[in-house]
């Protein structure tokens, strides 16, 4: 019986590790997206609250904000955001990247979605930026894997290093939101 659940434990250890981490993929793209619910918010708060976070967002949300409906509640914006990630344990590589972010807003509740990613290699030739949309060179470092385990590994703390920090986007717009919601109440 013991070495029935180790077997099964270092199968699904086995398992665990040779699975790529998943980026997430709507129709061919990548895009990150999430719904949050506002009870007793209505579509037009939502609207507004949403309008004041992608402002307080982006230093100039007149640059930022491509498409503004509210009739319909929706807003679409642009921008840019960077991070600094360890991928190698050795060297600490900047990732810049612009993207498109739209914020549907029904009653109690808000889509927010990232979108169109564009990285923007800046190492490569420092004179003059390289955009590369993200699905490729998503779909690059992937075939870079075959059978190596620490290649796997790599790409999947790659892969982890772009979900958290384009879930934490969303999550920032989410708390702008929700600042906005709390002032208004005074």
Not at 11 to 33: H, L
Not at 58 to 81: H, L, M, P
């Amino acid at each position: 019986m013991k070495q029935l659940i180790l077997v099964l434990f270092f199968i699904s250890a086995i398992a665990a590790v040779s699975k790529a981490q998943d980026i997430p993929y709507v129709d061919d793209r990548i895009v990150y997206e999430h719904i949050f619910d506002f009870p007793g918010s209505s579509k037009d708060e939502l609207y507004s609250f949403s309008k004041i976070s992608i402002a307080d967002a982006f230093v100039n949300a007149n640059y930022v904000v491509q498409s503004d409906d509210s009739e319909s509640g929706i807003i679409v914006g642009k921008g840019v955001t960077s991070f600094v990630r360890d991928f190698k344990n050795l060297l600490k590589l900047p990732r810049k990247f612009k993207f498109s972010v739209r914020i549907d807003s029904k009653d109690e509740r808000v889509r927010i979605r990232l979108y169109d990613i564009i990285y923007i290699d800046e190492l490569s030739n420092p004179r003059r930026n390289t955009e590369i949309p993200f699905e490729l060179l998503e779909q690059s470092e992937r075939q870079n894997i075959g059978k190596s385990k620490r290649r796997l590994e790599a790409y999947n703390k790659k892969s982890e290093a772009y979900n958290d920090h384009f879930y934490s986007l969303i999550v920032l717009f989410k708390r702008g939101i929700e600042k906005q919601k709390t002032e208004s109440d005074w």
